[in-house]
């Protein structure tokens, strides 16, 4: 018989003592599990608080919040508008090219800086291939949640190709500080052009045989297909972006849609998800739209540097960034959807506030809209499809 | 729908609840009533000439003059036109409406925005802090915020 004096009162006389910490109380056969913080199947370091009746998810609260490192309060004590781009670096430390291009293009739209086209060329091509660096993980990673382990491997192995490149350019391989507002820390190296057509040819015989390992894999497609369907309509009310969006079908791609960079000037094509295995926005459709989208980024990067221009990559680099009074949100494409920098200038060398809009964020809220009624093990694999890295939800 | 067009529509339907607005600005900007925003938005979004349906970003602003302020991006996939809607509250009264019902992406936008300024999100379905710590003191974004020297009993090394 339970003492009731060694137990809290409340225990023992108030019935709806077991509450979820969004306040909503368990039924008679429901119980709470955790998954995370240290979970390998979360992407770092992200808490599930799941809701459970048997197997059957119920209800999903995602607890963020443990890689926060004030990249917002930062940027504010920051002397100079150049020295935030380290820290937007470490935001999505998987695409560093995309955020430093995102924040870099921000500043310059305030001040209305021009860059030479030698630097928009550049920039593409070290963002396309960051944004296959980037899926090629996403990928591995989420063969890995579903059990084949080798896919994993193999995109490690062209990944790093990938990093040599960008060593060879500016001497990192994960956080680069590559592009600076109004040009480049470094021009290419020689040979470079040659070796990132090497690499284009080395890569494309290596996404057929990611289709053949894991793509049309049977039991890849049957842990995948019809499961995680996130509609269009709430795609769009919760504001996904990305391969999340695309993959349920929405044809929409900040590069065609709100064109930056000199994206208009090459031949390639949105890629969007269209139930070849099962439902429109199932998980595999938003993981196939990835595979289709580094075929796609090939195709640009072999463009841009057949039409590379010459020119100095920093003559348009300012001495002095100060901005006039005035705001400004620009929305870039990361390999993870829309990345927006909103900048508010107050006319003094730093920046008065700066907010990223980070796509991680944004699609990582949607998971309990969608995953609600699904099994456990279906949760895993539509946490690997929305692709979050946590150092970007909680910057 | 050019941005005069969008601001006559508002201002034809709420009348004193569009306040200012610079629409020559490179980004032009409505200022509407906090207490509002639901209604504001409701007709954003659902009436077929405007049709905001996508909230691109949310953001909480210090103006370090005793107001609070938000910053809507709105975004419509259907007409391709956009708008940045503001809203202010001071910092004695922070409370403005939230729209979490209207674009659920508003939802953990605004839990961050009370979260990192303190401005209270009326008829939000879970405001809670997102990502500091729920025992937190203070609200680290705004520009009166200073670090303090002891959390929870552990010294703060900076």
Same mark, same amino acid.
């Given at each position: ?395 | ?51 905001? #349906?996508?909230?691109?970003? +949310?953001?909480?602003? /210090? !103006?370090?003059?005793?107001? %609070? ?56 379905? #879970?405001?809670?802090?997102? +990502?500091?710590?729920? /025992? !937190?003191?203070?609200?680290? %974004? ?17």
């Amino acid at each position: 018989m339970i003492d009731s004096k060694v137990l809290p009162t409340d225990y023992v006389t108030q019935p709806g003592r077991f509450r979820t910490s969004t306040g909503k109380t368990l039924k008679t056969d429901e119980m709470i599990i955790n998954m995370g913080p240290q979970h390998p199947s979360t992407h770092g370091v992200l808490r599930l608080e799941i809701v459970v009746d048997g197997e059957i998810v119920v209800d999903v609260i995602p607890h963020i919040g443990y890689l926060h490192r004030c990249f917002e309060k930062h940027a504010e004590y920051m002397t100079n508008y150049q020295q935030v781009i380290p820290y937007a670096d470490r935001m999505d430390y998987l695409a560093s090219m995309n955020n430093d291009w995102a924040y870099a293009l921000a500043v310059e739209r305030l001040m209305k800086i021009e860059v030479p086209p030698r630097v928009e060329y550049i920039r593409v091509i070290m963002a396309e291939l960051n944004r296959i660096a980037s899926h090629l993980i996403a990928v591995g990673t989420f063969g890995i949640d579903m059990g084949a382990f080798t896919p994993f491997l193999w995109c490690f192995r062209d990944r790093e190709r990938i990093l040599d490149l960008f060593e060879m350019t500016c001497g990192a391989r994960l956080l680069y500080n590559y592009i600076w507002v109004g040009g480049l820390s470094h021009d290419l190296p020689a040979k470079f052009v040659e070796k990132a057509k090497d690499f284009c040819q080395y890569f494309k015989p290596n996404i057929v045989e990611l289709n053949s390992l894991l793509t049309y894999n049977e039991i890849f497609i049957k842990r995948t297909a019809n499961v995680g369907v996130l509609p269009k309509d709430v795609a769009v009310n919760y504001a996904c972006s990305g391969p999340m969006l695309r993959g349920s079908g929405i044809s929409w791609d900040l590069r065609r849609a709100d064109p930056y960079g000199v994206y208009d000037k090459f031949d390639w094509e949105v890629q969007i998800g269209e139930g070849e295995m099962g439902q429109v926005g199932d998980v595999w459709d938003r993981y196939i739209v990835k595979v289709r989208e580094m075929e796609q980024s090939v195709k640009i990067i072999e463009q841009a540097l057949a039409a590379i221009p010459e020119g100095n990559v920093q003559s348009a680099i300012p001495k002095r960034i100060r901005p006039e009074h005035g705001e400004i949100y620009v929305r870039t494409e990361s390999p993870r959807g829309e990345l927006g920098f909103y900048i508010i200038s107050d006319g003094s060398t730093s920046p008065y506030r700066v907010k990223a809009r980070s796509p991680a964020f944004v699609n990582l809220s949607v998971l309990p809209e969608i995953a609600q009624g699904c099994m456990i093990a279906d949760l895993v694999a539509i946490v690997g499809s929305t692709d979050i890295v946590l150092g970007e939800v909680d910057r | 729908m050019s941005p005069q067009e969008i601001q006559d529509s508002l201002k034809t339907k709420f009348g004193d609840a569009v306040l200012e607005s610079k629409l020559d600005a490179p980004q032009p900007w409505i200022k509407i009533a906090p207490n509002k925003a639901k209604s504001i938005g409701f007709f954003l979004r659902d009436e077929p000439s405007l049709q905001f #349906d996508f909230m691109s970003c +949310l953001s909480g602003v /210090d !103006y370090n003059d005793g107001n %609070l302020g938000i910053v809507y991006h709105l975004y419509s996939m259907a007409h391709k036109h956009k708008i940045v809607l503001k809203a202010s509250c001071t910092k004695d009264n922070p409370n403005i409406q939230s729209v979490s019902e209207v674009w659920g992406t508003a939802n953990w936008h605004e839990r961050e925005v009370f979260d990192m300024f303190g401005i209270y999100f009326d008829e939000h379905p #879970d405001l809670r802090r997102i +990502l500091c710590p729920d /025992d !937190y003191p203070g609200f680290p %974004l705004r520009k009166d915020f200073k670090v303090p020297e002891f959390y929870n009993g552990m010294k703060v090394p900076y």
